[in-house]
């Protein structure tokens, strides 16, 4: 229910998106402004790369782009170093069949100019959203696509010729019946031994309780 009343937003928001245009006969995915109720991907911080690792809900994402860049966890920011353009930024999943939608927002350089959104199911079919953006550099509308059931990302990827002044606010969340990712090893290790060390407390404290009572 949540999800149709987004769509109906996104219906809404398209003329503030400009000319939004699907170059793709087939329907995979549909426009949704803001699909997503998760909080925003979270990147790891890291300055002059062009290749970052993010997660959202315990499951990885790759993130590549086409220039260096600095990748920031607040607002989940990509913006180019000075001197530099940012044109292209690619998004994979670890789990091609974890999310059934995605959505962000941006700023182009170059007010009017047109951004491409191409998404990629897990059977490997692809599908080309367009959209044009607004003024220079300044933040254009959540833009968000959202899988028909069934179907899941393998890969997103943004780009516009012109360039963007910075890519933010991506979000992904999990598709149906799909749970957060499974803890490593590690982690069963660290559980197993906290239940362990409680349980003896536990077993201690009704030991020195029952002693107690004794010399009572």
Known sequence: ?????????????????????????????????NP????????????????????EEGRGVAILDD?????????????????DTLTDATFTPSDDKAFDDF????QALVGGSTVTVDVWDQNGHEQTFTFDSEKND??????????EPGETI???EISDASG?????????????GVTGAVP???????LIGGMFLLGTGLRMQRGLGLEQKLFE
């Open 1 to 33: 229910m949540g999800k149709m009343k987004g769509l109906l937003v996104a219906v809404a928001s398209v003329g503030a998106l400009g000319a939004f245009t699907q170059a793709h006969a087939v329907t995979y995915f549909t426009v949704e402004a």
């Open 36 to 55: 997503s109720s998760q909080p925003a991907v979270k990147l790891s911080d890291a300055k002059d790369v062009t290749t970052d690792s993010a997660h």
């Open 67 to 83: 220039t260096p860049s600095t990748f920031a966890s607040g607002d989940s920011t990509i913006k180019p170093e000075k001197g």
């Open 103 to 106: 959505s962000f927002r941006g």
């Open 138 to 147: 300044q933040d254009f509308a959540r833009f968000g696509i959202i899988g």
């Open 154 to 156: 393998s890969k997103i």
């Open 164 to 176: 963007f002044k910075e890519l933010k606010q991506f979000s992904f969340s999990l598709a149906p």
């Open 184 to 190: 490593e090893p590690s982690t069963w290790f660290l």
